[in-house]
């Protein structure tokens, strides 16, 4: 399995549903959500995905989650090719970003996530695995260890 870097600029992109979203998650709901990933085909069930809050305080990673579908398009005239890729996932750890974050940006100067490109500018950046492995330490330290959710062990079975 790999992980994936997904951006959330609240700039950009209102995300009213943030708070509802977090307390649901953090309620130990199944929470599941769409996320766009840029030119990334090679998603798959199962991958890993976490949420970075880019262009305004606090910035930093607020979120995980594990993919349930692929890469698919959904049609949308603003964008030049006339679609976006899309995936499906399920939270596994989500907090409420307009009042904090997990890791927060600064943290990831750090060796050896320093390794990683963090400020990228559209989802669906591969975490490389030395700065993958370090970060799912310190996340499971920062958040708990947790189980891959139902939804994206049935989505990795459908797949296989």
């Not at 700039?11 to 979203?21: A, G, H, S, T, V």
């Not at 977090?22 to 130990?28: L, Y």
Request: aromatic share 12%.
């Amino acid at each position: 399995m790999s992980a994936y870097l997904l951006i959330w600029s609240p700039k950009k992109w209102p995300w009213p549903e943030l708070p509802d979203f977090a307390r649901r998650v953090q309620a130990g709901e199944a929470v599941a959500d769409t996320w766009g990933c840029g030119f990334a085909r090679g998603i798959l069930p199962g991958d890993r995905v976490f949420l970075h809050r880019v262009a305004a305080e606090p910035r930093g990673l607020f979120g995980s989650g594990y993919v349930t579908r692929a890469p698919y398009e959904v049609p949308d005239p603003t964008y030049k090719r006339g679609y976006r890729l899309c995936i499906d996932f399920v939270y596994d750890w989500l907090v409420d970003a307009s009042e904090n974050v997990v890791i927060a940006r600064e943290a990831l100067r750090a060796h050896p996530f320093s390794v990683q490109t963090w400020d990228a500018q559209s989802s669906g950046t591969v975490i490389k695995p030395i700065a993958e492995g370090a970060l799912e330490k310190r996340w499971a330290g920062l958040t708990g260890k947790r189980p891959m959710p139902a939804a994206a062990i049935a989505a990795m079975h459908a797949a296989g």
